[in-house]
Structures are given as C-alpha cells and as structure tokens.
Nanobody
Framework: QVQLVESGGGLVHAGDSLRLSCTTS????????MAWVRQAPGKEREFVST????????LAADSVKDRFAISRNSPKNTMYLQMNRLKPEDTAVYYC????????????????WGQGTQVTVSS
C-alpha cells in the first residue's frame, strides 16, 4: 500500500494562490497515476485533476482547469497542485490519491489516499 502525505494547505483570500504537495513513503511511484480530489463541507468528494506517471497526460475538472495546474517530480515521488485565482468555492479538504495504471477521473479507481490538507478561501 502506498502512503501519501499532503501539505501546503492554509487560509487565503480570494484571488490568492497556493501550492499543494503530495509526497509518498515508497521508493518509487513508477507506473502509478496520481490525482487530486477535494471534499467541501457537506458535499461528496469530487475529482480535481489527475496526472500520468510520466507527466505527459493530465486531466482537470472544468471548474478548475483554467486556474489549477497539476505536475509531478517523479524522481522525488512528489506531486503538486498549483492553485491560482482561488475562490471561496474552492474551500475544501484536498486529498491526493494514487492508482496503478492510467489516469482516471473516477474516484473509485484510486486505491491509495492521503489524509488530506485543508484549504480555506475567504471572500
């Protein structure tokens, strides 16, 4: 099982930027696609963005694709989410997740999850 740890969350104002990081305890995530998923208070978890093992393939939800950018540094087993022009509706706990194989926007296909990091955007 892959252990994932998120960091970088915090309290910011609307329009600000944040960069989230996700690191892993395993030696390599070779072959794993990774994703960011968020859960707002009182709502179900929703897909944010995903990236392939090589980083050559990415996908993002329509609500964030013009503002958020996913990337990864495979040798360092780290994934990032650069969040720009944050909005109050981006307030949520952000989770990173991993799955063996291809990228996917389906949350049930991810087998490994972190504990999450809180992002709060004030208006």
């Amino acid at each position: 099982q892959v252990q994932l740890v998120e960091s970088g969350g915090g309290l910011v104002h609307a329009g600000d930027s944040l960069r989230l990081s996700c690191t892993t305890s395993v030696r390599t995530l070779s072959g794993y696609a990774m994703a960011w998923v968020r859960q707002a208070p009182g709502k179900e978890r929703e897909f944010v963005s995903t990236i392939s093992w090589t980083g050559s393939s990415t996908l993002a939800a329509d609500s964030v694709k013009d503002r958020f950018a996913i990337s990864r540094n495979s040798p360092k087993n780290t994934m990032y989410l650069q969040m720009n022009r944050l909005k109050p509706e981006d307030t949520a706990v952000y989770y990173c997740a991993a799955r063996w194989g291809q990228t996917s926007s389906l949350l049930q296909e991810y087998s490994d999850w972190g504990q999450g990091t809180q992002v709060t955007v004030s208006s």
